[in-house]
Structures are given as C-alpha cells and as structure tokens.
C-alpha cells in the first residue's frame, strides 16, 4: 500500500496550492481518502475526506467553502483545491485511508502517506 502526497509548498495568505494523493496497493474505490494536517506543537486534526464509491465528502469547520475535494478514479488519486490560504493553515499535509467517512472523523486509518509541508506566510 502506497499513499504518496505532492503539491506542498510556500504561498503568501490568500494564495492557492493543490495537493495530490496518489494511491496503489489497495481497492482504492472501496475506501475514503482524505487529508489530516499537523501543525507544530499542535495535534494532528481532520481536514477534508471523500468516499471514492459515491462521491461524499467531509470537510472540517475551519476549511468549508476555501477547501475542495476531488478525486481522479482512473488515477486512484484524490486532490485537495487549497484556497484563501491563511497563515494558520501552515502544517504538515497527511494523505490517509480508511474504510469510511465515519471511519475517518473517528480517525481510524490504517494506511498513511509521508506528509508534504505547506507554509502559509508574507
């Protein structure tokens, strides 16, 4: 199971970054995909989560309407649209898969990816 994250990087508050999850080894229509961020200092939390059989999605308070979830079913990949980023979005970016959306609030993963660093910052 392979669950690599790219697209991190450095961008001013307000910028953009789309972040890419892609996955092989597992079923990956039979599971959500979804990203969790930690901050330094700060615990690792929910992001945003879809599951790949019907589309569903998860997205954390603090994301709704700057964050968009998509995925790519030919590809076995899921991105995250990044937008309006603020300086409190600066964290390390995990890609994770797990069996459902309740599954992922419940955070319960058994397969992670090795985290891609964004830096929101003037």
């Known amino acids: 199971v392979q669950l690599v994250e790219s697209g991190g990087g450095s961008v001013q508050p307000g910028g953009s970054l789309r972040l890419s999850c892609a996955t092989s080894?597992?079923?990956?229509?039979?599971?959500?995909i979804g990203w969790f961020r930690q901050a330094p200092g700060k615990e690792r939390e929910g992001v945003s989560c879809i599951q790949i059989s019907d589309s569903s999605t998860y997205y954390a308070p603090f994301v709704k309407g700057r964050f968009t979830i998509s995925k790519d079913s030919e590809k076995n990949t899921v991105y995250l649209q990044m937008n309006s980023l603020k300086p409190e979005d600066t964290a390390v970016y995990y890609c994770a898969a797990t069996h459902s959306l309740e599954y992922y609030t419940d955070a319960i993963i058994p397969y992670w990816g090795q985290g891609t660093q964004v830096t929101v910052s003037s």
């Open positions: 080894g597992f079923g990956f229509n039979y599971y959500a």
